[in-house]
DNA sequence: TCCATCTACTTTGCAATGGAAAGTCTCTAG
DNA sequence: CTAGAGACTTTCCATTGCAAAGTAGATGGA
């Protein structure tokens, strides 16, 4: 064993002055898909069946199935399997943490975008409008 | 082999009618880390050493590096190593290109904020103020 | 009646990837 | 002259996203 073991290298130091690190981002919901799902079922509150969710967020039935089952197992959906006659008809819906965590997660988000938007405004077109994004 | 080979299943459908499918994030970019790296770079155009980077992100030395790779294959940053004296000191920068697909993006995660935000606010509380984004 | 097909999902397999740990080099203290 | 810090790079591994294949019941001919 060459060298001695040293401690980790330097190490994540705990957030102190560390603007960019972003820690709010959960995993489990930036992602791409997840997002997707999500906002989906933010804009419809009572719940979407698997053939819409799918539809809505243009993905295939096993994508849909693998990301529905993550987003249950971190308790941010909540899925019935049930009959419609007698084939299988998946709904989900948000549950309240879910939906709690979502809006924590967006703030995030809206963050990052005022951060960087800022950044492209102020450096970049001092003077021009202020807001955001591009007219 | 059970059942005639039959057509991949439903497949992705060309977004038609997918309005939250969010093509438009980019994998490269939307990435926690990444997120963070661009959005410093975007504040400090002048660009910024490898352990600015690092202490500005909260990143290990390790994670720093391929993530800058990462960003630099992908043409989004320059990477710049010269020696201080002749200790090793890389900085970077980002490119043009860089900075006109993380604004593209930033544009499209603004309408993932402004999609679920609308949602909570209709849905949820009717009347309050409208603004996600602050006024 | 048989079988091909459709809807509705689930399971499997693989290649990519984020991240921690370890490695390399050089310089600076003691 | 060895211990340790700074600045990175490389290696290794568990996770994961995605696509293809699989399962299952319903439906529609011929």
Redesign the pocket.
């Known amino acids: 064993?060459?060298?001695?073991?040293?401690?980790?290298?330097?190490?994540?130091q705990q957030d102190k002055t560390a603007p960019f690190a972003y820690d709010g981002l959960d995993?489990?919901i930036h992602?791409?898909?997840?997002l997707g799902l999500l906002t989906s079922l933010m804009v419809n509150p009572e719940g979407l069946?698997?053939?819409e969710l799918k539809r809505l967020c243009d993905?295939?039935?096993?994508?849909?199935?693998?990301?529905?089952?993550?987003l249950q197992e971190a308790g941010l959906v909540e899925?019935t399997?049930?009959y419609?006659?007698?084939?299988?008809?998946?709904t989900c819906r948000l549950t309240a943490a879910g939906r709690r965590r979502f809006v924590d997660y967006l703030g995030v988000l809206e963050g990052v975008v005022r951060d960087a938007a800022e950044a492209a405004g102020d450096k970049y077109a001092p003077g021009a409008r202020r807001g955001v994004l591009p007219a």
Chains 1, 2 share one sequence.
């Open positions: 064993m060459p060298g001695t073991k040293r401690g980790p290298q330097s190490g994540p995993r489990v992602e791409k898909a997840r069946a698997f053939a993905l295939t039935d096993g994508n849909l199935s693998r990301h529905l089952q993550v899925i399997k049930g419609d006659g007698n084939r299988p008809h998946t």
